[in-house]
Structure formats: C-alpha cells, structure tokens
C-alpha cells in the first residue's frame, strides 16, 4: 500500500496517531527516552497522546511533573489499568483511527490492550526490582481490532537514536519552541549558544521547563557528532 507515514521504531505505517504509554512511576518515566519519541513523531507530522499509567499509586507530585508536556501542547489521560480506571477515555480516543501504542517495557501497555481488546491475550510482565525496569513481553507489531473502525498496534521501544536529520532542525521537532522564532537577535538561531536568544530566555522565566530543553541539547549534540563516527 502506499505509505502515508512510515516508522522503523517502531515498525509501523499509515497510522492516525501514536498512543504514547509511560508509568508515572514503577518505573519512573525516562524524560529523554520520551522526548526521543516525541521528536520522532514531530518529525513525521503524526498526533501523539501521551498515556500515564499507574495512576493508583502515584503521588500527587510526581503527577504534577508531568504536566511539562500539557504545556508543550500534548493531550494527557491519566490511567490505571489495574484498576480499570481512564480506560473508557482511551476507548474514545481510538475511536475511527489506526493507532500505534507504544512505549518501554514495564509500563502496562499490554494490560491496557488486553482491558480494550481481551482477545489480544497479551502477554504482561513484572517489573524487575533491582533497576526497577520492564522485562520485555512484546516483541512483535500486531494489529488489533477495537471495533469496526478503530485499529491499534502494539510496537515497543526501549531506545531511541536521533540521526535521521540535521541538528539544524531539531528546533522545528520542539512545539514549545516555535512561538519565539523569529525572535531571536540572530537569525538561524539554534538556542544553544547564541546570545539574545528567546528560547533561553523563556528558559530562565520558567516558560521552557528545563528537562525538555537539557534532553534538547543533549540531542543537538548527538547530531552535532554524528558525522564523526
């Protein structure tokens, strides 16, 4: 079929919108890893939802700190799919569209599948208490049936490289960023070193939260690199 939208990781093409699934805690969400996501996505113009699962026994703070990514522009939906609760929000949200479900190990993405769809019998596993880190249960893409017209899939990722494009434009890949184009004192600033530059001051006045933009320049760098080797 001809592709619309192609991924390598996760495998997948001609998706609406990838359903994004981290633990808001056991394990604790790993910023970069998301970010890597959500600059992947960015870049091939598909809408992501962000899914935090475990919602039953997370803390009203660590709740708190995830509302960086509410302010970036992404839609949110808090879960628990131990306790079967956001799971109707979700229903709503794939409604009428083909979604990848994605995210690393250990977060609940195949509970979740199997309270949508039980036939997907998904296989769930434990979470590792010595590094607090999923054990791997899906290793292949699937495709599953919700109803008649809504489809997900079922990739996961446990790392994520950025060097399918110049660093030059990894800005463009953040929404956070692209109110204060053009505002620069320099133009084709990158918001790393040049003075008078918007993006860091928004940094400073607390506009920019500084998880996203140090996961910003560790990817730059990244990219800044990657001829060298």
Do not use: W
């Not at 803390?59 to 509410?70: G, N, R, S, V």
């Amino acid at each position: 079929m001809p592709r619309q939208n192609e991924l390598i990781r996760p495998a997948v093409a001609n998706i609406d919108q990838a359903l994004v699934v981290f633990a808001i805690t056991k394990p604790n969400p790993h910023f970069n890893l998301l970010d890597r996501f959500l600059v992947m996505m960015e870049s091939k113009e598909i809408p992501v939802v962000l899914c935090f699962n475990k919602e039953d026994i997370a803390t009203d703070p660590q709740i708190k700190e995830l509302e960086i990514y509410e302010t970036c522009g992404y839609p949110m939906v808090f879960v628990s799919a131990k306790e079967e609760r956001g799971i109707e929000k979700i229903r709503e949200l794939l409604k009428g569209k083909t979604t990848a479900i994605a995210g690393p190990s250990g977060v609940g993405k195949s509970s979740i599948i199997n309270i949508l769809q039980p036939d997907a019998e998904m296989e769930t596993g434990a979470i590792s208490t010595k590094i607090e880190r999923g054990k791997h249960t899906t290793r292949h893409s699937e495709l599953f049936a919700i109803d008649e017209d809504s489809y997900m899939d079922t990739p996961g990722f446990s790392s994520l490289y950025v060097n399918d494009y110049e660093k030059e434009e990894l800005k463009y890949l953040f929404p956070e960023f692209r109110e204060y184009e053009g505002m620069c004192r320099f133009n084709g600033c990158d918001h790393v070193h040049e003075p008078g530059c918007a993006v860091k001051e928004a940094l400073e006045e607390g506009k920019i939260h500084k998880i996203r933009y140090q996961n910003y320049i560790e990817m730059y760098e990244e990219l800044k690199n990657k001829r060298r080797y």
